[in-house]
């Protein structure tokens, strides 16, 4: 017996997607392959760590696509850990030289991720229950 997928279960793995898009964009960016940024883009003047860093991050949101897609309950945690994570490491790449608006779009989409995720019909969508 399979588990029906809710809309907002849906609606969190296509936002979790285009988070690891958006975390894609960032690590090719600090590589130099992406030439296209919206500002400054820097990164403690070490570029390569930040592409490590966004490049685990993206791997962690593609790992987590596949685990709400097949709507674990384990899936809402770490989206909301992830997510608050990732804002950590956008407020870190700012302090380290990076424009704001360079980060704009990953704040958005994690501001957007994290919002979500903490609406109670969310958690219930996942069986866990509010107290």
């Not at 760590?49 to 897609?69: E, F, H, N, P």
């Not at 770490?78 to 990076?98: K, P, R």
């Amino acid at each position: 017996m399979s588990k029906s997928r809710p809309f907002g279960v849906t609606l969190l793995a296509l936002l979790a997607g285009l988070a690891a898009l958006v975390a894609i964009f960032h690590m090719l960016q600090f590589l130099r392959i992406l030439s296209f940024n919206f500002g400054v883009l820097l990164f403690y003047q070490f570029n390569l760590l930040g592409a490590i860093l966004w490049g685990v991050m993206a791997i962690l949101y593609i790992w987590l696509v596949r685990m709400l897609w097949n709507v674990n309950p384990q899936a809402w945690l770490f989206l909301a850990v992830l997510s608050t994570l990732n804002l950590i490491l956008d407020i870190l790449t700012w302090l380290g030289g990076t424009s704001w608006f360079a980060l704009l779009p990953s704040v958005l989409v994690n501001g957007v991720i994290l919002i979500y995720c903490l609406l109670p019909g969310v958690r219930q969508s996942f069986g866990i229950q509010a107290k």
